[in-house]
């Protein structure tokens, strides 16, 4: 937690409801998501109860599994969730468009629009993680064969999991922690975990204050939990008399008393999925509030190239996902997540004052308005003449750069400053930055009209850089040892000594 975030939570509480620690939205929120809301069976791994799944909030779709240990139970609500999401996956590959890549010398073709799915809580991504897993494996003939939409299922299931994890994709979220992105509340982060309490602080209802909504949201008679796993007082007094019910009904063999019986079973568990569901989407509309930051549709073109190459695999009829990565597949993962990590927190810091301010308490950054400048000097020490202009930055702030640093601007992303000099004044409390800038100045003597800040002007300069950063180098797997995937070693037979060699090699 920063340091922000910590005042922000203090105020919260003094202030009696949640408090923004963003002043725009960092992630893509869909015309058309589709909202999902999951249930599984207590002390079953991954046993699917029930789901709550559709695009609009007044036309859920309720799927239920009367018997969660049943396997042919089990795979068909598999087979009923792929009749909702596969359609939903395939009306965004209607249109595509052409971009260009390899700076110009190629193009390639995505889809102008992506799926995305939400989810109550991180715990309804492990479900889809472990769902997908589940199901991608399974055969459509042999022994126990199952619908040929559910292997698919399981494919798509398991990339929008892995999806989830890469920093700044928007394909699955999870919404207590696309909430707990922009508001901070006067709870714990665990206690944000509960998506009735979170919204309670954030957009409490009847006049109460943030703590005292929450404390009623707390309540699993009026909000149960958002899933996967439902309320141990709600399995025992009211699912397992119900799931009772029905096995009685099934064994008598009464159609009538069977169906009363499952109306009876999906009843209870509407009941427990209902109240999350108008949570999703007081959450959606909360987030689509909020302005959205300038970084957010090329995070979101990203996810959209990944979409469209990952359809082109399964319509060549690729292979499932593997259980685990080899060793040289999982490093190149973990390289892959670093980097979008890194380029996602240096976009989040450019696109939001807030989010920087953070950097600015630590002398990572600072704001200051420009008091000298000198568009026009030109820097002769080399073998040709350059323009290399030069501003000093009064600021208030904290400096830790050093002199030679590297700096970048915000608001001038294609430009760098070098760090010439740094003279605090201990007097003012102020420090002047005399700052060397290059890039971005046209491609003469002569600065471009508007290409170096003018005195008076306010700027940030930071040392992050959201610039290209080239993908690590890896081996292949044959380059590997055999520990890590690759070829065993040569094994050769071992040659006994002769007698006449040991007695030469003793004399």
Known sequence: MSTLTALARAEAVAAGHAQRITTVRHLHVADRPLVFIPLSMAGEANAPLAALVGTAP?????????????????????????E???????????????????????????????????????????????FGRSTRFRRTDGDYPVHPSVPLLGQWLTFLADRAEHPGSGMLLAMTEALGLHWATGQSALEDAHLAALLAWIDPEDGRSGADAA?????????????????PTFDNEVLAPAMAGYEEAVASGDELRRGRARGV???????????????????????????VGSRVDGRWAEDRDVFSNFALYVDGGGYPQPRRDGAVNAAQRLHRLERALQSYAVQRAYDDPLVMADYRLTGEAFVGEVTLADPHRIDDSGKRRVLRPRIQVTTADPVQVTVGAVLHSPSRPGQKARVVFVAPDPASGRTDVVLELSG???RSLSPAPGSVPEVGDRLCYTTLSDSFMPPGEF?????TPWTHGGPPQAYEEPVEPSVDDAREEWS
């Open 475 to 479: 081996p292949s797997r044959e380059e």
């Open 440 to 442: 971005g100045l046209g």
């Open 58 to 82: 007044a036309d859920p779709k309720l799927l239920v599994v009367p018997q969660p240990r049943n396997r042919d139970q089990r795979f068909g609500f598999a087979a009923e969730l792929a």
């Open 84 to 130: 909702v999401l596969l359609p939903y996956l395939d009306s965004f590959r209607g249109v595509t468009e052409a971009v260009t890549a390899n700076r110009g010398k190629e193009v390639r073709y995505r889809y102008v629009d992506a799926p995305q799915m939400l989810v109550p809580n991180s715990a309804g991504i492990g479900f889809v993680r472990l």
């Open 265 to 291: 079973l999906e009843e209870a568990v509407r009941s427990q999925l209902t109240p999350t569901w108008e949570l999703m989407w007081r959450g959606v509309a909360l987030l689509r509030e909020l302005p």
């Open 215 to 231: 404390v009623v949201a707390e309540d699993p008679l009026r909000w149960p939990p958002a899933g996967p796993a439902t309320d």
